[in-house]
C-alpha cells in the first residue's frame, strides 16, 4: 500500500534527514518502494569507497536488489534509512521518522552493534519485533532479516552464538506474526570460507558478499511486496456479504480467502456466515469446510481486535481481513504443503479507544536485562 510523499521538509530538517536517506534508485517515481533501515551493514560498508562513521557514498545490498527486482517484473526502488554503529534501541527511536513517509514494505536489519554492547538477545528480539508491529501499524509490510555473522577476531561474540540465537528466534517470531523473512546469518554461516571469501572486515561484508546478501533478499521482498498487492485489491467502503466475502463484527471486517492446490490451480473460498464475529470458507463442497475464523473485539484487554483461525487443509492459501473503517487490511499466508492455525491478538489497533493503561497504543511488555 503506497502513501503519498508528503510536502518538502524545511531546509534545516532536510539536510539531517539527507545524511540517513538517500535513494537508491532513478529520480522517475517506481511503482514499488521498500525501505533499506539498519546500519553500517545497509549502508554498505566495504563496498568500494564506503566507509563508516562518514561514508561518502552509500551502496551495500539495494542497488543490487532493485537489479534482481527488476529482472523479476518489478519496478522498485529502495530508499536508504540507515545509520552507522546504530543499536536496536535507537532504530525503535529513529522509525517513526520514515513511516510517515509511506511506502511498500520496510527492510529491518539490525542487531549486529547489540552484540558488540553486550545487550541481551531478549532485548534486541522484543526492539525488533517492536519495529516491525510499528511498520505493520503504518500498513505497511515488514520484511525482517537476521544479522550476518561475526568474524573470528570481532571480539565479543566472536563465537557467534548469540547470532544464532537471534537469527533462529527470528525465524520463529515471524512464522508466529506472518512476516517476511531473510536469514541472512545462515546464509553465509552455512558457505565454506564464508569469512575469507565474502568479508570486508570482522564485522562487514566485501562487494560479493553484499551480492550474494540481495540474492538472500528476493524472494521474501516478493513475498512481502506480493502481499500488499492482494491487499491493494479489497475494494474500499462498507462489507457487502457475497459468495467470497464474509462480514464480522457489525460488518466492520472484511475477510476474503484464495487458495492454490498442488498443481497450481486455485480459486477463491466460498464464504459460510455463521455468527457476528465468526465464519468459514470451503474451496470445493459445501459439505467440506477448509478455513474457521473468528474476530473478536478484545479492545476493552489491549486496545486491538484480534484474528483467529485455523486450517483444515494443507493448500496454500491467504486469508485477507480488512477493516472496513480504517481501511487497513492484513493477509495472513499459508505455504504449500502446511497444517496453521493463527491467534493474533494484535491484528487491528482502534485508535478510537484507549486501552486500559491510556496509553496511546499498546506494546508487550520490555524484558529485563539479562545478567
Known amino acids: 500500500m503506497r502513501t503519498p510523499i508528503p510536502a518538502p521538509l524545511p531546509r534545516a530538517v532536510a539536510l539531517c534527514v539527507l545524511i540517513l ?9 517506481a511503482d514499488k518502494r521498500l525501505w533499506a533501515f539498519g546500519d553500517s551493514v545497509t549502508i554498505g560498508h566495504g563496498d568500494p569507497g564506503v566507509l563508516c562513521p562518514d561514508p561518502a557514498r552509500i551502496q551495500g545490498y539495494p542497488p543490487r536488489l532493485i537489479q534482481r527486482l527488476a529482472a523479476r517484473g518489478f519496478d522498485a526502488e529502495i530508499p536508504y534509512s540507515a545509520v552507522c554503529g546504530e543499536r536496536t534501541d535507537a532504530g525503535l527511536a529513529r522509525i ?3 513511516l510517515p513517509l509511506g ?16 545487550v541481551g538477545f531478549e532485548s534486541t528480539l522484543f526492539n525488533i519485533n517492536a519495529m516491525a508491529q510499528k ?10 532479516a537476521s544479522p550476518i555473522p561475526r568474524g573470528p577476531e570481532s571480539g565479543r561474540g566472536a563465537d557467534n552464538g548469540k547470532n544464532y ?3 533462529t528466534r527470528l525465524l520463529e517470531d515471524t512464522m508466529r506474526n506472518n512476516w517476511a523473512f531473510a536469514d541472512q546469518f545462515f546464509e553465509f554461516f552455512n558457505r565454506e570460507d564464508f569469512f575469507e571469501l565474502y568479508f570486508f572486515d570482522q564485522l562487514h561484508l566485501n562487494p560479493d558478499g553484499y551480492s550474494i546478501m540481495a540474492d538472500a533478499f528476493i524472494n521474501p521482498a516478493i513475498f512481502a511486496l506480493t502481499r500488499q498487492d492482494l491487499c491493494a485489491q479489497v475494494p474500499p ?5 457475497g459468495e467470497g466475502v464474509l462480514c464480522l463484527n457489525q460488518g466492520r471486517f472484511r475477510l476474503e480467502s484464495v487458495w492454490e492446490n498442488f498443481e497450481g490451480n486455485g480459486g477463491i473460498g466460498h464464504a459460510v456466515p455463521q455468527t457476528d464475529d465468526t465464519g468459514a470458507f470451503f474451496w470445493f463442497d459445501p459439505e467440506n469446510i477448509e478455513l ?8 476493552i484487554y489491549n486496545g486491538h481486535f484480534w484474528v483467529y483461525y485455523g486450517a483444515l487443509s494443507n493448500l496454500k492459501f491467504s486469508l485477507l481481513v480488512t477493516d472496513t473503517e480504517t481501511g487497513l487490511c492484513r493477509e495472513y499466508f499459508n505455504p504449500l504443503g502446511t497444517f496453521a492455525s493463527v491467534g493474533d491478538t494484535m491484528a487491528f489497533f482502534d485508535t478510537g479507544i484507549d486501552p486500559p493503561d491510556g496509553s496511546e497504543a499498546p506494546a508487550p511488555e520490555a524484558p529485563a536485562p539479562e545478567q
Open 21 to 29: 536517506v538517500a535513494t537508491a534508485s532513478t529520480a522517475e517515481a
Open 165 to 167: 540465537t537471534i537469527a
Open 292 to 299: 474457521t475464523i473468528k474476530v473478536l473485539d478484545g479492545r
Open 103 to 118: 511506502g511498500d514494505v520496510v527492510i529491518i536489519m539490525e542487531g549486529t552493534n547489540d552484540i558488540s554492547a553486550g
Open 237 to 241: 467502503g462498507p462489507c457487502v456479504e
Open 135 to 144: 511498520v505493520e501499524l503504518a500498513g505497511m509490510e515488514p520484511l525482517i
Open 96 to 98: 517513526d521518522t520514515i
